[in-house]
């Protein structure tokens, strides 16, 4: 069975850093659709919540013991977003984004959480055991962000759960090819996607997490290579069937790769995370169906010791673990695996540059 994986340590406690929010109240003995409902600030998310059965119902829902948080857009963050209202599968797999199956206070957060939303829908999220797509919600002493938008007024107490008002609409997290086109760093590396046909294997993964080399990664790597051995490189930069969100790395574990090895994972302790050569630049780059880090070199292997990859257990929902870790097991090799050669892609990079690769 395919899980997240997540350290020990994730889970072992919560930061209570104060966060100088601008406290609202609401009235505790209603529920969050009425809360809103009275806000006039917040009357286009409610207007989309009259007309999704589902998410209104729940977040009506005043009779079961069963408690939400709602990140509410704002009517001005409304005002500056971009979907199609008259879509109505789409609005609601919008409103199930910033809906999470429990409540969860701003003093409960760490510094980085990864919730699990309602957005389970296989149209627009497939990660592992059916899990529904995430929010990264980060915290420190001045601010809260849920994905890339800010709370501006945290904590409104409602019988049935919790309200944060965000500034920003949360846009679903697309599918992998759509994010990495549209990242000004990937630009090469989504060009070698689209020339290998390599996004509909990606993208049919249920869980990934892919190590994506910048421009400046693959720029000026000298001549030899073929399409094949590329393809083998490309595949060396992908960890099929599992999802691995930042913080969630631990230091010494392997990742077993579509290509087939495995990659060393390396955490030394100030904040960075390594995997092989390479040190992860931008982490934690949400698509439907896992996440990307970009990174500052091509991946190469090595002769590092490696320890087969604990997938660990299933996490809760409060983006913790609970029961059993799981155990590592070790594999030593006596025998270095061969390197790729730094030159590897150069011919392909050198015809891309002149547009000689698309057909």
Same mark, same amino acid.
Do not use: C, W
């Given at each position: 069975?395919m899980k997240f994986t997540l350290p020990i340590a994730?889970?072992?406690?919560?930061?209570?850093?104060?966060?100088?929010?601008?406290?609202?109240?609401?009235?505790?003995?209603?529920?969050?659709?009425?809360?809103?409902?009275?806000?006039?600030?917040?009357?286009?998310?409610?207007?989309?919540?009259?007309?999704?059965?589902?998410?209104?119902?729940?977040?009506?829902?005043?009779?079961?013991?069963?408690?939400?948080?709602?990140?509410?857009?704002?009517?001005?963050?409304?005002?500056?977003?971009?979907?199609?209202?008259?879509?109505?599968?789409?609005?609601?797999?919008?409103?199930?984004?910033?809906?999470?199956?429990?409540?969860?206070?701003s003093s409960a957060l760490q510094p980085v959480n990864?919730?699990?939303?309602?957005?389970?829908?296989?149209?627009?999220?497939?990660?592992?055991?059916?899990?529904?797509?995430?929010?990264?919600?980060?915290?420190?002493?001045?601010?809260?962000l849920v994905n890339d938008a800010n709370v501006t007024?945290?904590?409104?107490?409602?019988? /049935? *759960? @919790? &309200? !944060?008002? $965000? %500034?920003?609409? +949360?846009?679903?997290?697309?599918?992998?090819?759509? =994010? #990495?086109?549209?990242?000004?760093?990937?630009?090469?590396?989504?060009?070698?996607?689209?020339?290998?046909?390599?996004?509909?294997?990606?993208?049919?993964?249920?869980?990934?997490?892919?190590?994506?080399?910048?421009?400046?990664?693959?720029?000026?790597?000298?001549?030899?290579?073929?399409?094949?051995?590329?393809?083998?490189?490309?595949?060396?930069?992908?960890?099929?069937?599992?999802?691995?969100?930042?913080?969630?790395?631990?230091?010494?574990?392997?990742?077993?790769?579509?290509?087939?090895?495995?990659?060393?994972?390396?955490?030394?302790?100030?904040?960075?995370?390594?995997?092989?050569?390479?040190?992860?630049?931008?982490?934690?780059?949400?698509?439907? /169906? *896992? @996440? &990307? !880090?970009? $990174? %500052?070199?091509? +991946?190469?292997?090595?002769?590092?010791?490696?320890? =087969? #990859?604990?997938?660990?257990?299933?996490?809760?929902?409060?983006?913790?673990?609970?029961?059993?870790?799981?155990?590592?097991?070790?594999?030593?090799?006596?025998?270095?695996?061969?390197?790729?050669?730094?030159?590897?892609?150069?011919?392909?990079?050198?015809?891309?540059?002149?547009?000689?690769?698309?057909?």
């Open positions: 069975m994730a889970a072992l406690s919560l930061f209570l850093v104060p966060v100088p929010f601008v406290l609202a109240t609401e009235d505790p003995s209603t529920t969050i659709a009425q809360n809103i409902g009275s806000n006039p600030d917040l009357s286009t998310l409610y207007d989309l919540l009259l007309t999704q059965q589902p998410p209104h119902a729940i977040l009506s829902n005043s009779t079961s013991n069963a408690t939400y948080t709602l990140f509410a857009p704002t009517n001005r963050a409304f005002s500056s977003a971009q979907f199609d209202r008259s879509n109505q599968k789409a609005v609601q797999a919008l409103l199930a984004y910033h809906i999470l199956p429990r409540a969860v206070s990864y919730l699990e939303t309602m957005l389970n829908d296989t149209d627009y999220v497939l990660l592992p055991d059916k899990h529904g797509q995430v929010v990264r919600v980060t915290k420190n002493s001045n601010q809260v007024s945290a904590d409104l107490s409602s019988k /049935n *759960g @919790v &309200v !944060h008002i $965000i %500034d920003k609409v +949360l846009a679903l997290p697309p599918l992998f090819l759509v =994010a #990495i086109r549209a990242n000004p760093n990937l630009t090469t590396f989504a060009s070698i996607i689209d020339r290998f046909n390599m996004s509909s294997t990606i993208q049919n993964y249920t869980g990934v997490t892919l190590f994506a080399p910048t421009n400046d990664a693959l720029n000026g790597v000298p001549t030899t290579g073929n399409d094949d051995d590329i393809k083998k490189l490309i595949s060396y930069h992908i960890v099929p069937d599992t999802t691995i969100y930042y913080a969630y790395f631990t230091h010494g574990s392997a990742l077993k790769t579509e290509e087939g090895s495995k990659l060393s994972v390396s955490v030394p302790g100030n904040g960075s995370v390594r995997i092989n050569n390479a040190s992860i630049q931008t982490p934690d780059i949400l698509i439907a /169906n *896992g @996440v &990307v !880090h970009t $990174i %500052d070199q091509i +991946l190469q292997k090595n002769s590092t010791n490696q320890t =087969a #990859i604990d997938k660990g257990p299933t996490p809760n929902a409060n983006g913790t673990v609970s029961g059993s870790t799981g155990s590592q097991s070790e594999s030593r090799s006596s025998t270095a695996f061969p390197s790729f050669s730094p030159t590897l892609l150069s011919s392909f990079l050198t015809g891309l540059s002149l547009g000689l690769l698309f057909v």
